[in-house]
């Protein structure tokens, strides 16, 4: 059995920054490799970043504008967002890979 929590998500206007967060109650979490997802209405769930067990980073849009990182000790990935555009708008999941487990999503807004 695990838990994700995420948190963090809230109304920002364009050109801001958020920081997500997830507690991931899970055995062996530093063998899993951690992955931040979003959905917007009407969209399929993409992959906005991934995290291995080594920490090397994934991002599939090389816009640069988000970081991904995680803390071995208590359990925590993070997701740093800057520059947020109205295109961002979606409920972020986080999601250990290869895995059946995924937290219950923090949505994001991004609107003036």
């Known amino acids: 059995q695990a838990q994700l929590v995420e948190s963090g998500g809230g109304l920002v206007q364009p050109g801001g920054s958020l920081r997500l967060s997830c507690v991931v109650s899970?055995?062996?979490?530093?063998?899993?490799?951690m992955g931040w997802y979003r959905q917007a209405p009407g969209k399929r769930r993409e992959l906005v970043a991934r995290?291995?067990?080594?920490?090397?980073r994934y991002y599939p849009d090389a816009e640069g504008r988000f970081d991904i990182s995680r803390d071995y000790t208590n359990g925590t990935v993070y997701l740093q967002m800057n520059n947020l555009k109205p295109e961002d708008t979606a409920v972020y999941y986080c999601?250990?890979?290869?895995?059946?487990?995924w937290g219950q999503g923090t949505q994001v807004t991004v609107s003036s």
């Open positions: 999601h250990a890979e290869d895995s059946g487990y």
């Open positions: 899970i055995s062996n979490f530093n063998e899993y490799a």
């Open positions: 995290i291995n067990k080594y920490g090397y």
